[in-house]
């Protein structure tokens, strides 16, 4: 009897004349990245504004009382968060259903791909705004994240990516003023990507931070420097009054006075993240 001989991966069995490839271990598939709107927001914004919702689900969280619609099968998604907030104080705080379409109008504007699509809708004769309902996501609330800990802890090979995540999430709601910045408002996917929800409180005029910065990123920051207001007034002018838009630039001024300080005091290597990874 002859013996198997093996050449290059295979193991011929002489005289039987049967080969078996050797197999190169399975790979486990990507981690999924839920922001599935990238490269095709115009075509999910089209759908949005013109797909019948089905029917409705209160949601626990959110003191608007946000609900989630149901869509017909076969779409983008089959879900849209439906917050139908009329501009007006709501336990103590002014919000509106149009912070939430400007607050993605302002993430388009700014490169971030961090807050879903979301447009004006009208349902039975109400206006408010339709939010893509993100999946799969977990807060960082789900993740045991609290205000004491901070944010759910990456996996090392994704540490730099994270914190520059989640510095540019935070100059973006220094910028339009997200006076509810809360567990429950930042998604993390399987991926890691951190998207931004529940912006119904944002714009109102203030120079207040709320977020303390020592570093910024320094792409999205020569954005925010280059914003004017004949950019912001077509974007944003149907959405609210020139004051709320004169005061994102007062608030990005203010921004200007942070970032001078932090690096009078450490420097721009410090401050700019060119070191860290995207």
Same mark, same amino acid.
């Given at each position: 009897m002859?013996?198997p001989?093996?050449?290059l991966?295979?193991?011929?069995l002489?005289?039987?004349?049967v080969?078996?490839?050797?197999?190169a271990?399975?790979q486990s598939?990507?981690?999924?990245?839920?922001r599935?709107w990238i490269?095709r927001?115009? @075509?999910i914004?089209a759908?949005?504004?013109?797909?019948t919702?089905?029917k409705?689900?209160?949601?626990?969280i959110g003191?608007t009382?946000p609900?989630?619609?149901?869509l017909? /099968?076969?779409?983008?998604?089959p879900?849209?968060?439906w917050k139908?907030?009329?501009?007006?104080?709501?336990g103590?705080? !002014?919000?509106?259903? +149009? #912070?939430e379409?400007?607050?993605?109008e302002?993430?388009? =504007?700014?490169?971030?791909?961090?807050? &879903? &699509?979301?447009v004006?809708?009208?349902?039975?004769?109400?206006?408010?705004?339709?939010v893509m309902?993100v999946?799969?996501?977990? *807060?960082f609330?789900?993740?045991?994240?609290? *205000?004491a800990?901070? *944010?759910?802890?990456p996996? &090392?090979?994704?540490?730099?990516s994270w914190?520059? +995540?989640?510095?540019r999430a935070k100059?973006?709601h #220094?910028?339009i003023? #997200?006076l509810?910045?809360n567990?429950t408002n !930042?998604?993390? $996917? &399987?991926?890691w #990507?951190?998207?931004?929800i $529940?912006c119904?409180?944002c714009f109102?005029?203030?120079?207040?931070m709320?977020?303390?910065?020592?570093?910024?990123? /320094? @792409?999205? !920051?020569?954005?925010?420097k280059a914003l004017?207001?004949? $950019?912001?007034?077509p =974007?944003l002018g149907?959405?609210?009054?020139?004051?709320?838009?004169r005061?994102i630039? +007062?608030?990005?001024d203010?921004?200007?006075e942070?970032v001078?300080?932090?690096?009078?005091?450490?420097g721009?290597?410090h401050?700019f993240?060119?070191d860290v990874?995207k």
């Amino acid at each position: 009897m002859k013996r198997p001989v093996a050449i290059l991966g295979l193991a011929i069995l002489a005289g039987a004349g049967v080969a078996a490839a050797v197999q190169a271990p399975a790979q486990s598939p990507a981690p999924v990245d839920a922001r599935t709107w990238i490269g095709r927001a115009a @075509e999910i914004e089209a759908y949005m504004r013109s797909v019948t919702m089905l029917k409705f689900e209160d949601l626990s969280i959110g003191v608007t009382k946000p609900k989630k619609a149901h869509l017909p /099968p076969g779409g983008p998604m089959p879900y849209v968060a439906w917050k139908m907030l009329p501009p007006g104080r709501y336990g103590g705080y !002014w919000e509106s259903y +149009q #912070n939430e379409i400007a607050a993605y109008e302002m993430d388009k =504007l700014l490169g971030l791909n961090m807050v &879903p &699509p979301t447009v004006e809708k009208v349902y039975r004769g109400e206006r408010g705004a339709a939010v893509m309902w993100v999946a799969p996501t977990q *807060s960082f609330k789900d993740m045991g994240a609290t *205000s004491a800990t901070g *944010s759910p802890t990456p996996p &090392p090979a994704l540490v730099n990516s994270w914190t520059r +995540q989640m510095v540019r999430a935070k100059m973006f709601h #220094n910028l339009i003023n #997200n006076l509810d910045p809360n567990l429950t408002n !930042w998604l993390v $996917d &399987p991926a890691w #990507n951190l998207i931004l929800i $529940d912006c119904s409180r944002c714009f109102t005029p203030g120079r207040n931070m709320a977020h303390t910065l020592t570093r910024v990123d /320094p @792409e999205l !920051w020569d954005r925010m420097k280059a914003l004017t207001e004949a $950019d912001l007034m077509p =974007l944003l002018g149907k959405l609210m009054d020139r004051g709320q838009v004169r005061a994102i630039l +007062q608030r990005r001024d203010r921004l200007q006075e942070i970032v001078d300080a932090a690096i009078k005091t450490h420097g721009e290597t410090h401050v700019f993240m060119k070191d860290v990874g995207k």
